[in-house]
């Protein structure tokens, strides 16, 4: 890709020395093994493009490392260009006054060519603010979809459910056949988060936390919400559903070994799947309830970059002409081909499927789909401080519900008093 003359303009105003003059960015992430790989065959690819900047990729660690990593290099003063940060921290780094540039101001103030509605349905919210201003940019994105072990739906006579009223009409059958019904990685992500999504329930107050930090409360002890988790329980009792504790791999392991009918987890895993799985599969949407209504399309996982304040303009206008960079569609197109995450924008996607990806990889297709479906009063996501944590007491209180210890409506009135209690913390705290 050439430098725009305005960039170039630019840089050399800035003071760069000679049309090659490099600024060097710096990204942190919070990815490792293959993904990891494909994040630094992302910045060469960048860095061949144009010679202006040299992008550099450090791995932090995990998720909520590179998280803490950035806010306390910021506050040091040493914060990178760009720092990744993932779903669960989104509240956290855009409520660190001061602390990020708003992507879409970013590439608008750069005379970048910006729009919201090129980017697919489902991805445009989740980090943007309540205006639909892009505060992230979008970049590993997911969706939490079911994936079917066909051969144990031929064995039992049954199609795969597109609703859990489906599902339980013929969990007895896979049960008969010999298989566990269903397994699901990660319930806060799956049966909290995208419950709410997928059945157009609202998630917290204040617009999802999305119109005011201050006096944001999470809404999970609703009827709704504590009727899937007693339909989760009865289900385990009858045999119908797995439970393996909070580790994801854990609860996919089974659908690898071929002993799970269904496995809900994320569209990124596909690829990885494909070379563990020891029975045929399809995916599908995930189900939701149609007593509940139509279905509504996700949330998304995974994580977003976020350009850091405090750097000198011209590592400023580098961090701009990667994003754009970012954007382009046969870059997404590598990135959503080489990782299975989704491709952000509509015109990536359509050009994988004009060069008939997704007919020789239609698993790769589902979760794109399921992000293009209706939106919702309550589709867009959720914006809500210390949300890791409120994760991981929604796990401890998941382990107590499937020992038997608590009744799913004592667990989730637990989730919401002492997330309750988080969201108001943060309301305190935010800088």
């Keep these: ?182 397994t699901a990685s990660q319930l806060t992500w799956q049966f909290v988060e995208n419950f709410k999504s997928r059945n157009n329930q609202q998630f917290a107050t204040n617009g999802n936390g999305y119109d005011a930090t201050e006096g944001t409360e999470i809404l999970v002890d609703d009827a709704h919400t504590v009727m899937m988790f007693d339909k989760l329980k009865a289900w385990a009792d009858a045999g119908y559903f797995g439970f393996y504790g909070a580790g994801w791999a854990d609860n996919q392991k089974p659908f690898e070994e071929g002993k799970a009918a269904l496995w809900i987890g994320s569209s990124g895993s596909f690829g990885g799947l494909a070379k563990t799985a020891t029975a045929p599969f399809s995916a599908d949407f995930l189900p939701y309830w149609q007593a509940l209504g139509e279905g509504k399309q996700s949330f998304i996982g995974g994580a977003a970059l976020f350009a850091m304040a405090g750097k000198p303009a011209e590592n400023t206008a580098c961090t701009a002409e990667f994003f754009s960079f970012l954007t382009q569609p046969e870059v997404q197109k590598f990135y959503h081909q080489a990782t299975g995450y989704v491709p952000i924008t509509t015109a990536a996607y359509e050009l994988a499927k004009s060069e008939g990806w997704y007919e020789s990889h239609p698993v790769a297709e589902v979760g794109i789909k399921q992000l293009m479906l209706p939106a919702g009063d309550w589709t867009r996501g959720y914006r809500m401080g210390f949300f890791p944590q409120i994760r991981s007491i929604e796990e401890r209180e998941f382990n107590r519900i499937f020992s038997g210890e608590v009744t799913p409506k004592e667990a989730l009135a637990t989730v919401q008093t002492e997330a309750n209690a988080l969201l108001a913390k943060f309301a305190k705290t935010a800088n």
């Design 1 to 182: 890709m050439l430098r725009t003359a305005s960039f170039v303009t630019m840089l050399t105003a800035l003071g760069a020395t000679t049309a090659l003059a490099q600024t060097d960015i710096t990204w942190w992430h919070g990815m490792g093994g293959r993904n990891g790989e494909v994040i630094n065959e992302v910045a060469q690819k960048f860095n061949a493009a144009q010679t202006a900047c040299h992008l550099t990729p450090l791995s932090k660690g995990t998720y909520e490392e590179a998280l803490a990593a950035g806010i306390a290099a910021f506050r040091s003063g040493e914060q990178p260009d760009i720092l990744q940060v993932f779903d669960a921290g989104a509240a956290t780094i855009i409520a660190a006054k001061g602390a990020t540039v708003a992507a879409e101001d970013l590439l608008t103030q750069a005379g970048k060519p910006f729009d919201r509605n090129a980017f697919i349905p489902g991805v445009r919210s989740f980090y943007a603010d309540a205006t639909g201003k892009f505060i992230g940019m979008p970049f590993n994105s997911s969706a939490p979809i079911m994936y079917v072990n066909t051969e144990a739906l031929a064995k039992a006579g049954v199609t795969a459910p597109k609703t859990w009223e489906e599902f339980e009409a013929i969990a007895p059958k896979l049960k008969a056949a010999g298989y566990i019904p269903l």
